[in-house]
């Protein structure tokens, strides 16, 4: 348990660890706390016994180990107010009608990564999840056109499509009422073996370019179900704060964020705003990562922000439950 004038001086040294990544020592504490140096020393001696502080080398000041950290956010820590202009700059993606929720929950986080030079990840669910929901073609000439396809957890997946040989626009209207007619409401990872046994046969006894057309539409059903359900935006920025300034450790948290398996660890099943500060989370030892999932009409997913163990908890905790609730009162 910690006295009063403890919890100050933790708070003080977390929050000012966080903005200026430099170790404080006790004589800037004395005016802050109303105390002596010798005072400061002592109580900052019993906050590194405790396992709250650190030394990062032996004649340094104290910064907070990971245990402080986790102290700060569990007993001191406030989620803080935000600004009007950061608040403006989120409900103009939230007012935006013409976007489907998707775009709003990943441009949201785009901003939130400005905001904090964190890096943001969105993990939807993965495409097996959706339902094919309708295909429609755009014919742009003779030898091309655009395929595109929507499923029923508003996912879309568009691909343009370069042919040899002309194809005449009432044949490619023909196939997409065929593929229509058989996959509408079929899972994305069934629909190429739907495509292979009941669509080819239909399209070879009735479209002259057949082998051209549904080749063509596999490609992109194909696309849809490998796509990625993960969104990671701005993980350079994270990488510039002074944790970071290791070409090795840099070359690992990349490699991370590159890999499928790594990131997906990230997941959040339970409700609320969760905070996992180093080795508390699976990711990697030197960052914290804040996290929150999310469910509107059927769409469920994760919205997380990556940064140092020296983040603004207190900010990222405020601006994930503000996307939160506005995703879900949509």
Request: hydrophobic fraction near 35%.
């Amino acid at each position: 348990m910690l006295s009063q004038r403890q919890k100050e001086l933790l708070k003080f040294i977390v929050e000012d660890y966080i903005k200026t990544a430099r170790p404080i020592g006790s004589k800037s504490l004395c005016n802050l706390l109303k105390c002596s140096s010798a005072t400061i020393r002592n109580e900052m001696s019993l906050l590194e016994e405790m396992g709250l502080l650190e030394k990062t080398h032996t004649s340094s000041g104290r910064i907070p180990s990971e245990q402080g950290y986790r102290y700060y956010v569990d007993n001191i820590m406030k989620p803080k107010e935000l600004s009007g202009e950061d608040v403006l700059k989120l409900q103009t993606i939230f007012r935006n009608n013409s976007l489907m929720l998707s775009d709003t929950i990943i441009k949201s986080m785009e901003i939130i990564s400005e905001l904090t030079s964190y890096t943001s990840v969105v993990l939807g669910k993965s495409s097996k999840d959706n339902k094919i929901s309708r295909v429609e073609v755009i014919p742009l000439d003779q030898n091309s056109f655009i395929a595109i396809v929507v499923t029923d957890k508003g996912h879309v997946e568009h691909k343009k499509m370069f042919i040899k040989e002309a194809i005449k626009p009432e044949e490619i209207k023909q196939v997409v009422e065929i593929i229509n007619h058989h996959i509408i409401g079929t899972p994305v990872d069934e629909v190429s073996e739907k495509l292979e046994y009941e669509v080819k046969p239909i399209i070879g006894n009735e479209i002259k370019q057949k082998e051209v057309l549904y080749n063509a539409f596999y490609t992109v059903f194909t696309d849809l179900q490998q796509a990625s359900n993960v969104k990671v935006n701005n993980n350079y920025n994270m990488l510039k704060e002074p944790e970071f300034n290791n070409a090795d450790k840099i070359r690992t948290i990349l490699e991370k964020f590159d890999n499928q398996n790594m990131v997906d660890h990230i997941r959040e099943d339970d409700e609320g705003v969760h905070i996992y500060i180093g080795s508390e989370n699976e990711f990697d030892n030197d960052v914290a990562i804040i996290k929150t999932n999310y469910s509107m009409n059927g769409e469920e997913g994760t919205l997380a922000l990556i940064g140092p163990k020296r983040m603004e908890y207190d900010k990222v905790t405020a601006l994930l439950n503000y996307i939160k609730e506005n995703i879900e009162k949509e």
